[in-house]
């Protein structure tokens, strides 16, 4: 009986309430972590930048998030000559709609009736921060990073995406300057759907590739 | 016909961006990118040459073999000029 504490006797590791105590997830800082904060701290003390500048840089990439992208295909599911030049530029065609993105280098990919797109960063981590913001910590895992090249339809399947055979899958690893967005296929049924509630369809993981937009 | 390339097998070390597991394999130039400041200098701070950047298109046969999933699917990587040999 964990939850009775007529007799005040508590077991060894657990709490109060007699549940055991989670251990805390706290770990020392890693090499390049102290690092880290001896630069800033250093470029703070020599006057270079402000403890204020870097608030602002966080809360401009805190800022940044899956809408943006939602907010682009949904353009393209409804204005053919915007769709054209995303997949011409992806990086234009988003500054275009007043985001900004810095110097971001993006491709559009798009999925048709027989093709689907998934994108990694086999080597580290990239992925387009500067429009969807920060990636999902499973993109960067060793797991999904090695899965996703070798076995797409496996690692898809996970995610509830099962493809049909004939749909050819293309990989898109993220090696060097580019950064890759996936323009899914616009669901059935949205026909009469406005620009705003279409962006609503799109979810990260349909701009990653594992996932689909909703239905609606 | 597109260009074939193969990405040369090297080993240097240091800070490199083509893909070990691609190395040695045969693919086509998917597209142009453009040129871009050289990763191996610029990950040391040094003064970056640029260098011509390619999307090379793989078919997961190439790299895996028989072990491919589905060896039809294929596999797009940006790869540096200098580490490309045409066909």
């Keep these: 009986m964990p939850h009775d504490h007529h007799d005040h006797f508590h077991h060894e590791g657990l709490s109060p309430s007699g549940h055991p105590y989670r251990s805390d997830n706290d770990e020392p800082l890693s090499y390049w972590q102290c690092m880290e904060i001896a630069v800033r701290e250093l470029l703070i003390e020599k006057g270079q930048i402000t403890p204020a500048e870097i608030a602002v840089q966080i809360d401009a990439m805190d800022a940044r998030s899956p809408a943006n992208g939602a907010a682009v295909v949904a353009r393209a599911w409804v204005d053919p000559a915007f769709k054209q030049r995303l997949l011409d530029n992806a990086g234009d065609a988003s500054r275009e709609m007043g985001f900004d993105i810095g110097p971001l280098n993006l491709i559009a990919v798009e999925n048709t009736a027989d093709t689907h797109n998934l994108i990694v960063c086999t080597l580290c981590s990239c992925y387009p921060r500067n429009l969807l913001g920060l990636p999902p910590d499973w993109y960067k895992t060793r797991e999904y990073r090695s899965r996703a090249v070798r076995e797409p339809r496996a690692v898809l399947r996970e995610f509830g995406v099962d493809l049909p055979a004939g749909t050819t899958v293309r990989v898109h690893d993220s090696t060097a300057d580019m950064r890759y967005i996936v323009l899914p296929a616009r669901p059935n049924g949205t026909d009469s759907m406005t620009e705003t509630e279409l962006a609503s369809l799109v979810t990260r993981d349909s701009m990653i590739g594992t996932g689909l937009p909703r239905q609606p | ?87």
């Design chain 2, 1 to 87: 016909m597109a260009d074939r390339v193969r990405v040369k097998s090297m080993m240097p070390p240091g800070h490199v961006r083509a893909p070990a597991y691609l190395r040695g394999k045969t693919g086509y130039i998917e597209r142009p990118l453009g040129a871009f400041g050289n990763p191996e200098q610029l990950a040391y701070g040094l003064k970056a040459d640029k260098k011509p950047l390619y999307r090379v298109r793989f078919t997961m046969a190439e790299i895996w073999g028989d072990d491919a999933e589905n060896p039809s699917d294929t596999l797009d990587a940006e790869i540096y000029d200098h580490w490309l040999e045409r066909l």
